[in-house]
């Protein structure tokens, strides 16, 4: 049953369904996140209380999680198949721990969100025939609850950088940028999906296959180094290898990110958060019809 939400009237008057051109103005996505801030804020609290509800350790399972994640992880891959980092800055077992918990921070993000945008909507059918409702800041309260939970992980990660290293390093006043291509990754993928899921069902078990296909395409257990050579471009055609490494290098090897890179990722990324939104509000008008 869907929790009664109170929906404040837009000084902007209700979303407007003009063409797609209009849709893909970023202002248009602007207008429509400033308008409905306050419900995007209720939102993603819910997403974040609801999460843990009835439970005995409640939001205290936001910090159980990534260190259990991580000793398994860490455990497996650094223990039993005794996994190293190339050209190592990772040369025992504590750094190698690090460097794998930086890249399961920002997988975490991408695959939660990935993995629930399709259902969405079809899971909230009440808020769809309410005309007033956004529905597009649907995908923006799980991203920001997975925001929030990425925030707790960083923490720990943190804490566990200056056990290993007594300090941490300046550059990590980057990681909010190098984080931009990731947030506008997921929200222009959760849109798509969101929107898609309506109409194929079949696409939240297509999504959950090629995540978890991703998370091994990824660079979280091995550096793109250990690659072969001639799978290389492969890797780097993947949006989160990028993302990854910047992480890496601002949080944990205190050097700038890799900036040719970061812009290349930020322009597609933008792109695709403007066509996802797109996508979204041209379609949305048909949801009534199939829901």
């Known amino acids: 049953m869907v929790s009664s939400v ?37 939102f993603t609290r819910r997403e974040v209380e609801s999460r843990y509800r009835g439970s005995f350790l409640g939001i205290l399972w ?34 190698f721990a690090l460097v794998l918990f930086c890249g399961i921070i920002p997988f975490t993000i991408f695959s939660e969100c990935a993995s629930r945008a399709s259902s969405l909507v079809i899971s909230v059918p ?10 597009e800041i649907l995908p923006l309260s799980v991203l920001g609850s997975a925001v929030f939970h990425a925030l707790v992980s960083l923490g720990v990660l943190l804490v566990a950088i200056l056990t290993v290293h007594r300090t941490v390093n300046l550059t990590l006043l980057l990681v909010p940028l190098v984080m931009l291509p990731l947030l506008l990754l997921c929200l222009g993928l959760s849109w798509f999906l969101a929107g898609l899921g309506v109409f194929i069902r079949d696409v939240n078990q297509t999504v959950v296959l090629l995540v978890q296909m991703l998370f ?31 992480f890496r290098r601002v949080l944990l090897w205190d050097k700038p990110p890799n900036w040719g890179e970061f812009l290349l990722w930020l322009i597609f990324t933008a792109i695709m958060m403007i066509l996802g939104f797109g996508w979204f509000m041209k379609t949305k008008r048909g949801f009534a019809d199939v829901i």
């Open 6 to 42: 109170d929906f404040p009237e837009s000084p902007l008057g209700p979303v407007r369904q003009g063409s797609l051109a209009h849709y893909l103005n970023p202002a248009a996505i602007i207008e429509s996140l400033w308008v409905n801030r306050e419900m995007i804020w209720q």
């Open 126 to 135: 009440n808020y769809v025939k309410k005309v007033v409702f956004p529905l």
């Open 216 to 246: 091994f395409l990824t660079p979280i257990f091995y550096s793109v180094e250990a690659v072969p050579a001639s799978f290389r471009p492969l890797i780097h055609l993947n949006p989160l290898t990028s993302i990854v490494e910047n």
């Open 62 to 95: 936001s910090l159980v999680n990534p260190l259990v994640q991580l000793s398994i992880y860490t455990f497996i891959f650094g223990v039993v198949l005794k996994s190293r980092w190339a050209k190592s800055n990772a040369d025992n077992l504590a750094d």
